[in-house]
C-alpha cells in the first residue's frame, strides 16, 4: 500500500475566515473536486513548514504566515494511506490565483460541514468547528 505524507494549511484571513479549497478532477474518484485545506507533499530535504510555504504559494500564489501545529490526520483511501500535518496558518493576501484548485470559498468554522469534503479533511472540520464553539 501506497503511504503519503502531506502538510495542509488551516489559511485564516483578517476576518478570521478559513480558507477552503476545491480540488480538481482526479484520478481516484472518492477525492475528485472534493473541498480540502490547501497544501500538499514534503519534497526531500524540506521541512512541514517549507513545503507548506511552497505549496501554498504553488498553488494559490499567496504567501503565508505558519503559526501552531493543528491536527496530524492519518487516513486510510482507498489506493493509498495518508499522513496530514495541519498548521494554523495566516494570509493577509485576499487576491488567490487557483493554479491547481477549480474553486475556493473563505468560510466562518460555522460553515465549514456543508461542503463537500475529502475525508481525510473532515477531522480537521469537526475540530475547527468544536473550538470555535468553545
Known amino acids: 500500500m501506497k503511504r503519503i505524507e502531506v502538510v495542509a494549511g488551516i489559511i485564516s484571513n483578517k476576518d478570521g475566515d478559513i480558507l477552503c479549497t476545491q480540488r480538481n478532477v482526479s484520478p ?51 489506493d493509498f494511506f495518508l499522513t496530514m500535518h495541519s498548521y494554523n496558518c495566516i494570509s493577509n493576501s485576499i487576491t488567490i490565483k487557483l493554479n491547481e484548485h477549480i474553486n475556493y470559498k473563505w468560510l466562518n468554522a460555522n460553515n465549514l460541514k456543508p461542503l463537500d469534503w475529502a475525508a481525510a479533511d473532515l477531522p480537521i472540520v469537526d475540530k475547527l468547528i468544536s473550538e470555535y464553539h468553545e
Not at 512541514?48 to 501554498?56: D, N, P, S, W
Open 28 to 78: 481516484y474518484p472518492y477525492i475528485s473536486k472534493k473541498y480540502e485545506f490547501p497544501g500538499g507533499k514534503i519534497e526531500p530535504g524540506e521541512t512541514r513548514e517549507e513545503a507548506l510555504k511552497r505549496e501554498i504559494f504553488e498553488e494559490l500564489n499567496i504567501d503565508i504566515f505558519i503559526g501552531s501545529f493543528f491536527l496530524r490526520v492519518m487516513h486510510q483511501y482507498p
